[in-house]
Each structure stands twice: as C-alpha cells, then as structure tokens.
C-alpha cells in the first residue's frame, strides 16, 4: 500500500456501478480495496487493474458476514471512503412477493451495509466520508416492494449515521441512481426495460461512469461539511413529470 495514500473500500466493485466507483476513486488518487461476494468477476477485474499499475486489493466476502468485514477492516491500515454499493435486486408484484424475498433483500441492502459502515466507521478518523448508494426507486416504484422497501432504509440508514457519526467528524451521505445500464438493469424482461425507460425525461439510461462521478464528489476529500443528503442521479424522473 503507497503511503499517504487516502484508502477507499468499494463494496459490490466486481461490476457495474461498483466496478466504475473503483475506477474513477483510481483516477483520483485512492488506493482501492475492492469487495465483492462473487469471486468472478472481481478477481479477474482486479487483476487487471493491478497489470496496470492501479493500487488495488480485493476481497472475496459478503458485507452480511460480520467476522470476515471486521477482519477485513481491521487489516488496513486507515479508512478514508467507504462506498457501500453492494445490493441485490430482483422485480416482482406484491401479490406474488414472498417473505423470503423480503428478508433476503433486507438482509443484504440494509443489514449488510449496516455492518460494513459500523466496522469501518469504528477504524475512521475525523474527515472521512461514507457514501450509500440508494435507489431513486426509495421514492416509489411498480413491482418491486422489497427493493424499494430496502432502499427506503438505506436513505434512514445514511440520514441516521450522518447525525450519529457528525460528531465525531464522519460524512455520510447517499447517491439515489435511476435506472442505470448495468448486469442488475439487464435481469429485467426487455419489454419491462422499454416500459421503465419511457418514463424518464430524458428517455435515456445513466451509465455506471455517471453514478460513479456522483460518488466520487462525495467521496472526495475536498468535499466538506456536507451530509445526510440524498443525490438523486436520474435523468430528472424524481421530478414527478413522469408516472413512476
Ligand atoms: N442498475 C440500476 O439501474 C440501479 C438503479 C438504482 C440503484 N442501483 C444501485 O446501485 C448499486 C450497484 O448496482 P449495479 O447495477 O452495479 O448492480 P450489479 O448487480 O451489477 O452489481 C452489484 C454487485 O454487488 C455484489 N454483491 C451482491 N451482494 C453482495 C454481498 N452480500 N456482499 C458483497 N457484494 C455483494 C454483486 O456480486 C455484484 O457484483 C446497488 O446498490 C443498486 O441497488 C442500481
């Protein structure tokens, strides 16, 4: 690990959102440590990212696994970012929705991104920056209760740890992404793809580079005494012009 080098842990950096955050905190000038439960494709993607001389170390592990984050955050040697992305997803009716589902998707959206801000917060000093990464959908949305539900407590979470956590010097503040062309935005039926898109003012997906850039304001360390607040990066459909 370079020294004076600011330390970022990404959650979810396998892919997508999670994988472009990495990127772009490389652009300016972390040191990344990339999290992911699905070996493949972080391994491969991290890799590829050191054989190009980034500072980059991953981590096979899932944020709901409370002994392997705290050994994780115990092993570095500071903690200046921590981007909590990682998520599951999945699109349904009510009426179909189980409590399985419900409890699989609090599991991970919420407690999951509970534990791994606890443990890093507890190693963190004065100055550093947590960043959630929400949903727009924790405003509403059809056919995916246990999402929204989830990502309505990521908001509480964010707002709950930026009062607690002000005190001790701690930002804390969440991203709220629209739809966004990723692996999660591919798991949905094509028609049901076309339907969400139609309803965005500007008739067009975000790309993971532009939630990444949100990201990184907050992450960033010349960004100060700002937190408990909500980015939503959305192509402007939280306006209400559109139905959701
Ligand atoms: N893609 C979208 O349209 C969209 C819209 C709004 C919000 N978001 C949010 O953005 C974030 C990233 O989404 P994405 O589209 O890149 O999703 P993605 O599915 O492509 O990537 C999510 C990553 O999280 C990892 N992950 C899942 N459970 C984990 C766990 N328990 N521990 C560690 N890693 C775990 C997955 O393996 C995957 O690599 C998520 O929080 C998601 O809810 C995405």
Known sequence: MVANREVAIVTGAGRGIGLSTTKRLL???????????????????????RAAGNPVEHHVLSI????????????????DVLVN????????????????DFRKMYEVNVIGAFVIAQEAARRMERGARIVNVASRAYLAGYAHSPYITSKAGSVGLTRAMAIDLAERGIMVNSVAPGLVETDMFRTLTPERQQELIAKQPTRELGQ???IAN???????PRTRN???????????????????
């Open 27 to 49: 652009e300016d000038g972390f040191h990344v440590v990339m999290v992911d439960v699905n070996e493949d494709p972080l391994t491969s993607n991290a890799e590829a990212l």
């Open 64 to 79: 709901t696994d409370r002994p392997a984050v705290k050994a994780l955050v115990e092993s570095l040697p500071r903690i």
């Open 85 to 100: 992305n990682a998520a599951i997803f999945w699109d349904g009716k009510f009426d179909d929705v189980t409590e399985d």
């Open 208 to 210: 993971p580079e532009d």
């Open 214 to 220: 949100g990201i990184a304001f907050f992450a960033s």
């Open 226 to 244: 700002i937190t408990g607040q909500i980015l939503t990066l959305d192509g402007g459909r939280s306006m209400g012009l559109t139905l959701y």
